[in-house]
């Protein structure tokens, strides 16, 4: 890694000295002030790379220090850390509306939690967003909506539609993966064994020749965590190395969180083409989407770049499109019809829904909306 050069406003010598130890030992330049003024002054005129910021300072609180720096060309895009003693849920909130990328509590775990945050911060550049494949996040507020089904369906239509493309799909549903019992995986390789490799081993070469073929499928997979147990040693500080190397070896990369919306998926869903958000047709599957819809809105996930499906998982009755617009308040750009229980069988057959049943009216939806996201992404990715 490129030296980088970070920031550290803390009024507590002792603390700030300890952190400044641990940077300087990876090699990290660093830059410590006392006060928020003394903050202030350094970030403008020593161009830090990363700020780390205790928000209960005496002078200043760190949701001012944040406004002052996000309103400031020179320092508006630099990724602010609040490292904080006070764990309330007041704070906390009020920081990350201020515009810092991250909060962690002062702990025992506080070291680790900040190394694999900056790791991640690092590595989520403007120019690594717009490099590599198209990236494509699934995502849902409720389970049972289908979206790992939809998922490892639509990469294997891109695969149809585009028989020369490198596509992988990788399975971030967390505690459990959800792909490989679809697609009849049953390998030791997983998410968090490719995420316990050293970097220099987990290049683009690495998952472009390494990653098991699903051949009927027409793509590469990362499958996700096996059991609960094994999702606890997963080193999240990895996942967007992982996920820059990835595009740089594939033309699609396809993420399933499910619903597992967390610190670890939420860059991936900020920095995706798109992110497809699917939606059950029950009234506690759109009641729980509206405020998932807010708060990705809040975090700064630009609707144009949504992709919204109204799934019919649990049967043709429900919520229609139009009552699913308004109580979300964003356009559902496409609707898969009930599929009863074919893509149950064809799922419990590990095979996809267009090869089961290529004569079923949903074939052409299925095949309508991946060329609709397609479009999409890429319309994104030229602006």
Known sequence: MPEKKILIIDADVASRNFIARALVDQKYEVIQAGSGKEGLISAWRDHPDIAIIDPTLMDLKGEEIAHKLKQDPRTSAMPLIALSSDPGMVRIKSCLDAGFSEYITKSGQALALLNETITRLFGITAAAVKEGGLLMVFLSAKGGTGTSSLCANMAMNISQQQPQARIVVVDMVLPIGSIAPIVGYEGMQNIVTVADMLPAETTADFFRDQLPEMHI??????????????????????????????????????????????????????????????????????SLTKPLWKYLK??????????????????????????????????????????????????????????????????????????EMIALARKIRAE
């Open 217 to 286: 499928w027409g793509f590469k997979l990362l499958a996700g965590s096996p059991d609960p147990e094994t999702s606890n040693y997963l080193k999240v500080g990895r996942i967007w190395d992982i996920v820059k190397a990835l595009k740089e070896s594939h033309d699609y990369v396809l993420i399933d969180i499910g619903r597992s919306l967390s610190k670890i998926t939420l860059p991936l869903i900020k920095h995706a083409d798109i992110s497809v958000l699917v939606v059950g047709t029950d009234v506690s599957a759109v």
């Open 298 to 371: 809040g975090k700064g996930v630009a609707a144009s770049s949504v992709y919204t499906i109204l799934n019919r998982a649990a049967g043709p009755e429900g919520v229609s499109k139009a009552e699913a617009e308004k109580m979300i308040e964003i356009p559902v750009n496409a609707t898969i019809p009930h599929l009863s229980s074919n893509l149950s069988f064809a799922n419990a057959h590990h095979q996809p829904f267009i090869l089961k049943f290529p004569r079923d009216t949903a074939v052409i939806v299925f095949k309508d909306t991946v060329s």
